[in-house]
């Protein structure tokens, strides 16, 4: 494995696209030995005085991708995105060797439908696992969900999807079997309100013309806000779901987005 002298990869910028002022995307070379699973994050960032400064960042392309893609907020006044906002193709990134998460098939029981919730930056683990052929071979069908605020703020979603229906490993597959609903909050479009408002009142089921949330067959999960992650659980479990971990598989499993 080659590290640096902090015991962290090196790795270069190779992409980067700005969503809107709050939201960005950026794209660096994958070390070789970097093994991860769909879904899991990693501490990344930039070196500040010659030392690490880093945050979690789930990773948004698949295990199997060459390059590693994330989606990042601007946090006015962040130590870390006040700067990475400004990364430029070739610019150098500072990744640690381990990847961890519960946003994976592991932690899941098998099950039929597959259920991602999220809110704001917490899409991008739901970004990997929609380009993961293993995503298709355990689940029927996978719902994708993404709440924002504003319409612009779910472009990356709407690209993710069209990238994974285009997707020569599992585009046939996410055609027929991955279905994406995206609503807003403080803006008129399609789909308006939270997703716990939506499940709630039945009009999620109704719009997608599906059975209600079972967890005998279905399983979650769930990954931004804290409070929207705190809101499905309080509905899910007295559902019957249980939280499940990499040590103990459940009916559902949450991870809040990261601030950077
Ligand atoms: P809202 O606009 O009603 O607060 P943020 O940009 O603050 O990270 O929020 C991302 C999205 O998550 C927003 O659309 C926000 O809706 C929504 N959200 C915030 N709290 C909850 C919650 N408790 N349950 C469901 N959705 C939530």
Redesign the pocket.
């Known amino acids: 494995m080659t590290v640096n002298s902090a015991g962290l990869f090196a790795e270069r910028v190779t992409d980067v696209q700005h969503y809107t002022d709050?939201l960005f995307r950026f794209r660096i070379t994958r070390p070789q030995a970097l093994r991860f699973r769909s879904g899991e994050f990693v501490m990344l960032g930039l070196p500040q005085d010659g030392k690490p400064l880093l945050r979690a960042y789930s990773i948004a392309s698949p295990a199997w991708d060459e390059s590693l893609e994330f989606f990042s907020?601007k946090v006015p006044g962040g130590p870390l995105t006040e700067k990475l906002q400004n990364i430029k193709p070739g610019d150098e990134i500072w990744l640690k060797p381990k990847t961890t998460g519960t946003l994976v098939n592991d932690a899941l029981l098998p099950g039929q439908r597959l259920f991602m919730l999220s809110?704001?930056?917490?899409i991008a683990p739901f970004v990997s696992i929609i380009r993961d052929p293993e995503s298709y071979e355990k689940f029927q069908t996978l719902y994708l969900t993404h709440?924002?605020?504003t319409v612009d703020?779910l472009k990356y979603g709407f690209d993710s999807v069209a990238a994974a229906k285009d997707d020569p490993l599992v585009g046939e597959e996410a055609t027929q079997r991955l279905f994406h609903f995206a609503?807003?909050?403080?803006e008129p479009s399609a789909h308006q309100g939270?997703?716990?408002?939506l499940i709630q009142s039945g009009e999620f089921f109704r719009t997608l013309n599906i059975e209600e949330l079972n967890p005998e067959h279905d399983r979650i999960m769930m990954c931004?806000?804290m409070?929207?992650i705190?809101?499905?659980k309080a509905m899910l479990e007295p559902k019957g779901f249980v939280e499940g971990s990499n040590s103990n598989p459940g009916s559902f499993v949450v991870e809040r987005?990261f601030v950077g």
């Open positions: 709050r907020i809110t704001g930056t917490g709440t924002c605020r703020e609503s807003t909050t403080r939270r997703i716990t408002s931004g806000s409070h929207m705190q809101d499905v987005a």
